[in-house]
Nanobody, 116 residues
Framework: EAQFVESGGGSVQAGGSLVVSCEASGFNFDDYNIGWFRQTPGKEREGVACIRSKNEGTAYADSVKGRFTISRDNAKNAVHLQMNSLKSEDTAVYYC?????????WGKGTLVTVSS
């Protein structure tokens, strides 16, 4: 079964930077696209960034384009999200996701709080 463990969340002031990471296990990490999503209370989970298998490309939500950078380390089964110029509206729980064997697998999330 695919599993993720997210880490790196915390509190930061607006304009600051933070890196969140997730480590994957239970599937052949190199072969799958990995996404970062986020959710705030009362709102649907939204896609933030995605990175293709074997580092073949990335995509970003318009709201984070130019501020966030997704990367992966296939040797360590890890995906990172570098977040710069953070805004209060980036406050959310951030999750990793993989679509594997016809199902979505999610981590438990890591909380990012941006204070203005």
């Amino acid at each position: 079964e695919a599993q993720f463990v997210e880490s790196g969340g915390g509190s930061v002031q607006a304009g600051g930077s933070l890196v969140v990471s997730c480590e994957a296990s239970g599937f052949n990490f190199d072969d799958y696209n990995i996404g970062w999503f986020r959710q705030t209370p009362g709102k649907e989970r939204e896609g933030v960034a995605c990175i293709r298998s074997k580092n073949e490309g990335t995509a970003y939500a318009d709201s984070v384009k130019g501020r966030f950078t997704i990367s992966r380390d296939n040797a360590k089964n890890a995906v990172h999200l570098q977040m710069n110029s953070l805004k209060s509206e980036d406050t959310a729980v951030y999750y990793c996701r993989v679509h594997y064997n016809g199902m979505d697998y999610w981590g438990k999330g890591t909380l990012v709080t941006v204070s203005s």
